[in-house]
């Protein structure tokens, strides 16, 4: 398992699934078919979320300041460093973070995943469908 709050996986945590009718599985890896195992195999949907870069940024910008939120209830978490900061600090390092990693890390290694999801489903800046298509 992973865990936003500490940014880490969290060890010796087990989750056992039974009798479900739906269980959603998350993220690209699960899409890719591997030589010596086929995930996709055992799916028998496959979806892929897109929306405009505009609105990934918003939603990692409002992510963040939440985890901050949480940090300074609970105190603790990778994001206790930012309580004492303040809000251009810490837009800055999301604006950093954001251009620097994560949009090249999604184009160059996220979005192309895509056109491995049987469906995409284009979603609105407040996460409602305006479009479903089929890929295959």
């Known amino acids: ?21 739906i269980l959603i599985v998350e993220g690209i890896n699960v899409l890719e078919d591997y030589n010596d195992f086929s995930f996709p195999y055992f799916l028998n949907e496959s979806i892929w979320l ?4 505009e609105n990934l940024k918003h939603w990692y910008e409002k992510r963040f300041f939440d985890l901050i939120e949480d940090a300074k209830k ?29 949009l090249k890390n999604y184009n160059d290694f ?4 895509s056109s491995l999801a049987k469906r995409h489903i284009y979603l609105n800046k407040n996460h409602s469908i ?5 890929n295959n």
């Open 130 to 134: 305006y479009k479903i298509e089929n």
């Open 110 to 113: 996220i979005k192309p995943s």
């Open 1 to 21: 398992m992973y865990s936003q709050e500490t940014k880490d996986v969290v060890l010796n945590t087990n989750i056992f699934i039974k009798n479900l009718d």
């Open 74 to 102: 609970n105190s603790n978490g990778a994001f206790l460093r930012y309580i004492t900061s303040s809000k251009n600090e810490i837009q800055a390092d999301i604006d950093y973070r954001w251009n620097e990693i994560n």
């Open 50 to 53: 897109e929306t405009s870069e």
